[in-house]
C-alpha cells in the first residue's frame, strides 16, 4: 500500500509510548496508517526512542517554555498542523488541552484511558477502582472533547478485578488489553468506518454506536 493511500496521524506521547508501540507494530502489520510524527512536551519521553527505532520524525514542545496553557496549544496546534495529519492520537500525552485545541481537531483525534468510561475520568484509576470496590475494570477509547475524558466512548475492554490485586497488577492487564483495542479503533477510522456525528453520536459502518455493546464489535 502506497503512503498516499494510508491514513496519516500524528501521535502526542509525555512518557514510555506503550500504546505508541502497539500502533506502530499494527502499521508493520498492516494497518493502513503512517506514522508522519511523534511530538512531545518531555524530552526524555521515552517513546521517542521508539519513534527513532521506526525513523519517524520527533519533535519536543516543552511546555514549560511557555507562560499558559493557551499560548502552548496555539504553539502545539501550529506544530502538529504542518504534518498535515488526518487524525490525531494521543498515547499517554499528560496534558489538559484547551477547547480550542481539541475542536480544531474534532472528530479526528483520539485518546486511550485506563478506564471503564464514564468511570474514574481523570488520574489512579486503578487504585481508585479498588478502592470503590470495582469488580471490572479496563479501559476506554473516545474521541477527544473539551471535556476531560468525556469525549463519547467508541470502544470499551473489559478486564475483571481479581481477589488479590493491587494497582500494579491491575494495570499491568489493563495496558495488556489497551494495546489490543487503540489499533482496532485506529483502523476503524483509517478504513473510513467511525465517525463523530455533529451532535456527538458515534457511528460504525453507517449505524449509531453503542458504547455499552461496542466491545462486542472489536472485529
Known amino acids: 500500500m502506497s503512503d498516499d493511500q494510508r491514513l496519516r496521524v500524528v501521535a502526542l506521547i509525555s512518557g514510555s509510548g506503550s500504546n505508541l508501540q502497539a500502533l506502530l507494530d499494527a502499521q508493520s502489520a498492516g494497518l493502513p496508517m503512517q506514522c508522519v510524527a511523534v511530538i512531545s512536551n518531555r524530552g526524555d519521553a521515552k517513546g521517542l526512542d521508539r519513534a527513532h527505532h521506526h525513523d519517524i520524525p520527533t519533535a519536543v514542545l516543552n511546555h514549560r517554555d511557555y507562560p499558559d496553557r493557551d499560548t502552548y496549544d496555539a504553539a502545539l496546534r ?75 466512548v467508541i470502544l470499551h475492554a473489559r478486564v475483571p478485578v481479581q481477589p488479590d490485586d493491587d494497582a500494579t497488577s491491575l494495570a499491568a492487564r489493563v495496558l495488556q488489553q489497551e494495546h489490543q483495542i487503540y489499533p482496532t479503533v485506529v483502523r476503524w477510522f483509517a478504513q473510513g468506518r467511525l465517525r463523530l456525528g455533529e451532535d456527538g453520536q458515534v457511528w460504525l459502518d453507517d449505524a449509531p454506536l453503542q458504547p455499552s455493546c461496542s466491545d462486542d464489535r472489536a472485529q
Open 78 to 152: 501550529h506544530l502538529v498542523d504542518g504534518y498535515e495529519p488526518e487524525l490525531v492520537v494521543l498515547a499517554g500525552f499528560m496534558r489538559i488541552l484547551t477547547p480550542a485545541f481539541v475542536n480544531h481537531y474534532r472528530g479526528r483525534m483520539l485518546n486511550i484511558h485506563p478506564s471503564l468510561l464514564p468511570k474514574f475520568r481523570g488520574l489512579h484509576t486503578h487504585q481508585r477502582a479498588l478502592d470503590a470496590g470495582e469488580t471490572e475494570h479496563g479501559a476506554s477509547v473516545h474521541f477527544v472533547t473539551a471535556e476531560l475524558d468525556g469525549g463519547p
